[in-house]
């Protein structure tokens, strides 16, 4: 009995003695965006998924892209619109493949998409699209981070059964001028107090494993989370734009 109080005294002495658990290697918005944004870039390229939920409303997508220092290309199908609609977006230009109801009397099933644009397609769905893929983009909610984030907590964690760093940062859309996340109109800093929650959780080389941007905020009574994963980094992907002879 004495010889099992002593091995417990031992027991609970190294125990009382252990070194903390790690903190979070970032706790300014600013290092850990910049940081973020070097391993995506020096990354090259990911698989990701995206989930939209909004109330009872579900879309859900996946493609790859690739990153580097001339900015993102991507390829990804999506149920955005109530059926699979593959979008491509090469050297700063969105592709959509059109439905065959919806192609020109040529019947090219590519078109340009912008949320400006004049033709009937963009006009109806080019700001959801240039949203959606924006939002595909880590970049952009790293650029966020950077110009008007604070973090508010921060915890090292496992996602998916990987080790990751988990930030909540809050973003001053007063800060952010017109470049809002997912694409919330101007009136939004006013009907959330001027505050944005985004989760963030990085892998061990500060690479995005997940982003979460939670719209709940602005639409009171419902929940609505935008989604992105993030895997396969460095993988082979084949990201190119449609061919000339097929875009109308």
């Avoid at 939209?52 to 409303?57: D, W």
């Avoid at 397609?121 to 950077?146: C, K, M, W, Y």
Wanted: hydrophobic share 40%; glycine share 10%; net charge negative.
């Amino acid at each position: 009995m004495r010889k099992a109080a002593v091995v417990l005294l031992f027991a609970l002495l190294a125990s009382a003695c252990s070194d903390p658990p790690p903190r979070p290697a970032f706790e300014d918005a600013r290092a850990l965006a910049d940081a973020a944004t070097a391993a995506t870039t020096s990354g090259g390229s990911a698989k990701f998924t995206t989930d939209v939920a909004v109330g009872s409303v579900r879309s859900k997508g996946q493609g790859q892209a690739r990153f580097g220092d001339g900015g993102t290309a991507q390829v990804m199908t999506t149920d955005f619109l109530g059926e699979p609609v593959e979008l491509r977006l090469v050297a700063g230009k969105l592709y959509a493949k059109l439905p065959e109801g919806s192609r020109d009397e040529a019947g090219k099933p590519w078109t340009v998409v912008a949320a400006d644009g004049t033709d009937s397609f963009s006009e109806v769905a080019g700001g959801s699209l240039t949203q959606l893929a924006e939002q595909n983009d880590p970049a952009h909610t790293l650029r966020e981070i950077r110009t008007a984030g604070t973090i508010v907590a921060a915890e090292r964690t496992n996602l998916g059964g990987v080790p990751a760093e988990h930030y909540r940062i809050d973003l001053d859309l007063a800060r952010l001028g017109t470049d809002l996340p997912a694409g919330l109109p101007p009136d939004a800093a006013g009907r959330v107090g001027g505050k944005f929650p985004v989760e963030l959780w990085l892998d061990q080389t500060h690479r995005p494993l997940q982003i979460v941007l939670n719209l709940s905020p602005i639409l009171p009574g419902s929940e609505a989370r935008i989604t992105t994963r993030y895997s396969d980094w460095g993988s082979p992907v084949d990201v190119q734009p449609p061919p000339a002879g097929e875009v109308g």
